[in-house]
């Protein structure tokens, strides 16, 4: 039996062989005995190649990320005395990214500081240059919530292309478990929250998103973010999961039983 768990759109990722990936990616579909996509995008293309494809998108360690909403926790190290309000992001800094949005919004408002956690993948160019922003570095994953815990907002600033339209950012429910607000580029996954998360479909609109949903930051709108992703663990996924590959497994065993036969 054939399990293919897709999560993004391998062909449109940066920097590979578009046409080879993309039928390398087509020959795995169609010889799967089941696919679990995590977008609804990916769904779509998979249906058109395999006739068992289930929507699984991602989940989130609600217990991990919500310490960040724990006040009475320290911030990670050196991060005390930086002035707020605080952008933050943590993530692979690599092309998905739009370093182009990422520097408009720390030049137009210096008095901000935007702090950048995680592996640093790309030439960050200009931005290394840019008094008011930070990029860490890799931190272990288990330390995220001491450093989002000094972020006011969160952002997910990504180029709008075939990866993105396709995507479902595995940071989307780590930052709602945060608690704080959230503004990001328009993705078919994000809008689903539209809610919740701030939408901007440029520059311009990103910075005022940011501005608008620091001015109305709540205790009842962190509790609501909080709360609508308190279900949305791992272990429940993997319930899902496992409950659909146990009912289809059961349909080709006999089928594998009689090709060894």
Known sequence: MVVYYCIDNYAALP??????????????SRRANLVFAASTG?????????????????AVDADLFGQAADSARPVAEGLR???????????VLDPRLDLSLIEYLAVQRPQWNLLLVGRVATDLGKLTDLPNLRAVGTVPY?????????????????????????ANPLKL??????GRPVVSVPMP?????????????????????IERELGSDSEVKRK??????????????VEQVV????EVLEEVTPSIQGMAN
């Open 243 to 246: 409950s659909i590959v146990r």
């Open 224 to 237: 609501a973010r909080l709360q609508l992703v308190s279900t949305d663990t791992w272990d429940a996924r």
């Open 173 to 178: 429910r780590e930052y709602l478990a945060t």
């Open 42 to 58: 990916l769904v779509a293309a998979k249906q058109k190649q395999n006739g068992r494809v289930f929507y699984s998108p991602h």
């Open 81 to 91: 005395n930086l002035s707020h309000p605080v952008i933050g992001f943590f993530g």
């Open 142 to 166: 288990e330390t995220l919530p001491d450093w989002a815990r000094t972020f006011d907002l969160c952002i997910m600033p990504y180029r709008r292309d075939a990866f993105s339209e396709n």
């Open 15 to 28: 920097d590979v062989d578009a046409a080879e990936v993309a039928q390398m990616d087509g020959a795995l």
């Open 189 to 209: 996954e994000v809008d689903r929250f539209g809610g919740h998360v701030a939408i901007a479909d440029n520059k311009e609109s990103f910075l005022a998103a």
